[in-house]
């Protein structure tokens, strides 16, 4: 019964800043964010590890977004500036349990829980 739930979206104008929160009922996971635009396929945003030690980016966001997360909190966090109506999408967490503290993957298929998405829109 494992929920994870992203919370913080929105619509802003291109520019603008948001943060992507997603609350988990677990800990000691790898997490991952992905979005979907429409007509599009699901695709890598970013990663992070379980320690936080370790990220990694899509080509498309890297340099405007940020993944973090507080363990304490069990919660991953998807800081966006330099919003541009390309990034219109729903944004999707993800989580993969029992990894190692530094293990990261951008694969979608490793990923064990999802959340329910939360749209975005950014207008021009």
């Known amino acids: 019964q494992v929920q994870l739930v992203e919370s913080g979206g929105g619509l802003v104008q291109a520019g603008a800043s948001l943060r992507l929160s997603c609350a988990a009922s677990l800990s000691n996971y790898a997490m991952g964010w992905f979005r979907q635009a429409p007509g599009k396929e699901r695709e890598f945003v970013a990663a992070?590890?379980?320690?936080?030690?370790?990220?990694y980016y899509a080509d498309s966001v890297r340099g405007r977004f940020t993944i973090s997360r507080d363990n304490a909190k069990n919660t991953g966090y998807l800081q966006m500036s330099g919003l541009k109506p390309e990034d219109t999408a729903v944004y999707y967490c993800?989580?993969?349990?029992?990894?190692?503290?530094?293990?990261?993957?951008?694969?979608?298929?490793?990923?064990?829980?999802w959340g329910q998405g939360t749209q975005v829109t950014v207008s021009s």
């Open positions: 992070i590890s379980w320690s936080g030690d370790t990220t």
């Open positions: 993800a989580a993969r349990p029992g990894t190692a503290r530094d293990y990261i993957t951008l694969y979608e298929y490793l990923y064990r829980y």
